[in-house]
């Protein structure tokens, strides 16, 4: 047997194992891949669905990133709360991007007599998200990235003063507005703890809409009306899961252009993950049931990147 008809075997054989255990990648499928974790609220509950949630996205070959939203800690963002996340987190075998949200910075470590937990100072607010940053090795509170043709921007939610619960600093808006201002002709996606204001229908009239949704909403518009090239928001917060009317509808259309794409929490015991398909003219999102081991193809939507976009 010849050296050349040896390297084809050898050639053949490696071809087939890569095939076997899925090893193809997202560029090869015209594709970047993003799976998006809803509030995880580490440690909690259902510890044993979310450990099979980190092992079906571990064996899934053309993940280019996981992107979590916020409320990464269960409810107060305690010291063992962190170190649970942070162990959680360090089991996934692809890059990370995280921002916080109210569970992990706005409330004192301990409950209250009533067994009631408690807003926190701002001193104490600036403390936790400083560890937030220091648990999960964040250079900043507010950063992008570049994934093919876009731009991803990853936002805290970080008002020491805040009296609501998703808001983002003046720092953190005015942070978000140059970031924009100076990447036009990139199409962008925001990942944001809360959603956009009015992207869910009449869901939970009983909440404080001022708590459900991204604050300041005024300046919040503003700086969106300004960068069509943002066509995409992505968030947690509201637990929305996909058996609710609002999780995949027209309603979820902010201005008339940008998509909020709605997350739900990793606290039950069925849990649902979207991913992110990005391709160079579109955006295809696809919601996984990670009980059943199946996508849910009926909530299947596809979001166009406008040509000016480009």
């Known amino acids: 047997m010849t050296v050349r008809s040896i390297a084809r075997i050898f050639l053949c054989v490696l071809i087939s194992s890569m095939l076997a255990v899925g090893m193809s990648s997202a560029a090869d499928n015209g594709y970047k891949r993003i799976v998006v974790l809803g509030d995880p609220h580490l440690p909690g509950s259902m510890l044993e669905q979310k450990e099979k949630v980190r ?24 010291d063992d709360e962190y170190a649970a996340a942070k162990n959680y987190f360090a089991g996934f075998h692809k890059p990370q991007a995280l921002i916080g949200g109210n569970h992990d910075y706005l409330y004192n470590d301990h409950l209250n007599r009533n067994g009631k937990k408690t807003k926190a100072d701002p001193f104490v607010r600036a403390g936790k998200l400083a560890y937030f940053r220091k648990t999960f090795g964040m250079p900043s509170l507010h950063y992008t990235k570049e994934l093919g043709r876009y731009l991803l921007v990853f936002l805290t939610a970080d008002d020491l003063q805040a009296a609501t619960l998703a808001t983002i ?14 990447n036009k002709n990139k199409a962008t996606i925001i990942f944001f703890h809360a959603p956009l204001e009015g992207t869910l229908g009449d869901y939970r009239k009983h909440s404080d809409i001022n708590d459900s949704f991204a604050q300041p909403a005024g300046e919040i518009k503003r700086i969106l009306a300004a ?78 990147v406008r040509e000016t976009d480009k």
């Open 55 to 78: 092992e079906n996205i571990n064996r899934w070959k053309d993940v280019d990133l996981i992107a979590a939203v916020g409320d990464i800690t269960e409810t107060r963002g305690t």
């Open 169 to 182: 600093s003046k720092t953190g808006y005015d942070w978000l507005s140059a970031t924009l201002e100076g």
């Open 227 to 304: 960068n069509p090239q943002v066509f995409m928001w992505v968030s947690g917060h509201t637990h929305t899961p996909p058996g609710d009317q609002n999780f995949a509808s027209g309603a979820n259309l902010y201005e008339g252009r940008i998509m909020n794409i709605h997350n739900t929490d990793m606290k039950r015991k069925h849990i649902y993950t979207n991913s992110l398909f990005l391709y160079d003219d579109k955006v295809i999102v696809r919601t996984f049931d990670h009980n059943k081991g199946v996508w849910m193809y009926k909530l299947e939507r596809t979001v166009r």
